[in-house]
T-cell receptor
Framework: GDSVTQMEGPVTLSEEAFLTINCTYT??????LFWYVQYPGEGLQLLLK?????DKGSNKGFEATYRKETTSFHLEKGSVQVSDSAVYFC????????FGSGTKLNVKP | GAGVSQSPRYKVAKRGQDVALRCDPI?????LFWYQQALGQGPEFLTY????????KSGLPSDRFFAERPEGSVSTLKIQRTQQEDSAVYLC?????????????FGPGTRLTVL
């Protein structure tokens, strides 16, 4: 079946460190891929998306590239800030949305 | 503009009680989704509406769960005879296009605790 697997957290980094959160997917068709973020005490917000293979989504310094050959959509940021501390969810969309279990990111000053 | 709103934000129920959770989607959004999010997990799909039609209810865990959207706007998720395993955050999301879901806009959720 369709599913998303993302790396378990928590991930703890110092400010200005490089971030990678891995996400791989299994899909019966050609999904759109998303990263959602949930800041403490807030609802889920769209961070970025990509709708077809080789597309790169980007927002707020975060990037992810839709890799069909490796069925991956890894999230990266070159220099994290304390304000990036949140839970990050990878998701795919076919006829409905499937979410990963979330990765908590803690950024220390 | 107004986003997706949900009420109540918190609900405590005794086991066996019925509960009703409300979702007000973004005005004009055709598609509406309900999700269940257990502690430390990602949202899991429950059901999907396109306008007033419930097109997919494959994620509803049992016949105690029922959802409706009678006028194609506000939606209610009802859980009958609540059980402790129903404790979770219930999320509502809406999306403008019909058909294959695009970007979804999420509400803040209703945290249900069943004692």
């Amino acid at each position: 079946g369709d599913s998303v697997t993302q790396m378990e957290g928590p991930v703890t980094l110092s400010e200005e460190a490089f971030l990678t959160i891995n996400c791989t997917y299994t899909a019966t068709g050609y999904p759109s891929l998303f990263w959602y973020v949930q800041y403490p005490g807030e609802g889920l917000q769209l961070l970025l998306k990509a709708t077809k293979a080789d597309d790169k989504g980007s927002n707020k310094g975060f990037e992810a590239t839709y890799r069909k050959e490796t069925t991956s959509f890894h999230l990266e940021k070159g220099s994290v800030q304390v304000s990036d501390s949140a839970v990050y969810f990878c998701a795919l969309s076919l006829n409905k949305f499937y979410f990963g279990s979330g990765t908590k990111l803690n950024v220390k000053p | 503009g107004a986003g997706v709103s949900q009420s109540p934000r918190y609900k405590v129920a005794k086991r066996g009680q019925d509960v009703a959770l409300r979702c007000d989607p973004i005005s004009g959004h055709v598609s509406l989704f309900w999700y269940q999010q257990a502690l430390g997990q990602g949202p899991e799909f429950l059901t999907y509406f396109q306008n007033e039609a419930q097109l997919d209810k494959s994620g509803l865990p049992s016949d105690r769960f029922f959802a409706e959207r009678p006028e194609g706007s506000v939606s209610t998720l009802k859980i009958q005879r609540t059980q402790q395993e129903d404790s979770a955050v219930y999320l509502c999301a809406s999306s403008q296009p019909a058909g294959a879901p695009d970007t979804q806009y999420f509400g803040p959720g209703t945290r249900l605790t069943v004692l």
